[in-house]
């Protein structure tokens, strides 16, 4: 079965840097994009940008350029998040999520699986 | 960017109401939208893809409806497990866009 199982919850300090990890299992890791999701304290979900598994070739939304990179470890199926220069306005979970099939091209524009979530706290 | 307009913020039903929810795209987005449930603590889940497709294994009492630039969420008979916050997620050119989100609770 598809599971996208992240690390664990992170404590920082504001200028610090994290990297939250997205292990993928069940499926081909680089048949589908991997989504990055981020969800302030009761807040909506916010759409970070995803990252193309076969390339690794990452886009980024509006507001998630400069300090956040997309990265990929394809011999282990994982996708990461890095965060950098860490600000308390970052304190959120961060989910990652599969969406479109890059493999066939299949139009496929949804996030069928989500991880559990990643809560970072940025506190001094 | 596009923008998605999702109403009503939030609202109050009794078990056994029909509950309906629109999402509203700034520009034709053709049928690329999709609805998840988001209980507290948890992960979204994916309940509609492609405006009006229900997911595997989720029941039939969620459906939806559009297209273009006007979408409908429906939950026929609202149950006490349905008690969520629900999104309307956008696809446009490579860009995904989510709707603010729909609290509902039990009257």
């Known amino acids: 079965q598809v599971q996208l199982v992240q690390s664990g919850s992170e404590l920082k300090k504001p200028g610090a840097s994290v990297k939250v990890s997205c292990k993928a299992s069940?499926?081909?890791?680089?048949?589908?994009?991997m989504n990055w999701v981020r969800q302030a304290p009761g807040q909506g979900l916010e759409w970070m940008g995803w990252i193309n598994t076969n390339t690794g070739n990452p886009t980024y939304a509006q507001g998630f350029t400069g300090r956040f990179v997309f990265s990929l470890d394809t011999s282990v199926s994982t996708a990461y998040l890095q965060i950098s220069s860490l600000k308390a306005e970052d304190t959120a979970v961060y989910y990652c999520?599969?969406?479109?099939?890059?493999?066939?091209?299949?139009?496929?524009?949804?996030?069928?699986?989500w991880g559990q979530g990643t809560l970072v706290t940025v506190s001094s | 960017d596009i923008q998605m307009t999702q109403s009503p913020s939030s609202l109050s039903a009794s078990v056994g109401d029909r509950v309906t929810i629109t999402c509203q795209a700034s520009?034709?987005?053709?049928?690329?939208l999709n609805w998840y449930q988001q209980k507290p603590g948890k992960a979204p889940k994916l309940l509609i893809y492609?405006?009006?497709n229900l997911e595997t294994g989720v029941p039939s009492r969620f459906s939806g409806s559009g297209s273009g630039t006007d979408f409908t969420f429906t939950i026929s008979s609202l149950q006490p497990e349905d008690i969520a916050t629900y999104y309307c997620?956008?696809?446009?050119?490579?860009?995904?866009?989510f709707g603010g989100g729909t609290k509902v609770e039990i009257k």
């Open positions: 999520a599969r969406g479109g099939d890059i493999l066939t091209g299949y139009p496929k524009y949804y996030f069928d699986y």
């Open positions: 520009q034709d987005i053709s049928n690329y």
């Open positions: 492609d405006a009006s």
């Open positions: 069940g499926y081909t890791f680089t048949s589908y994009a």
């Open positions: 997620q956008q696809y446009d050119n490579l860009l995904y866009t």
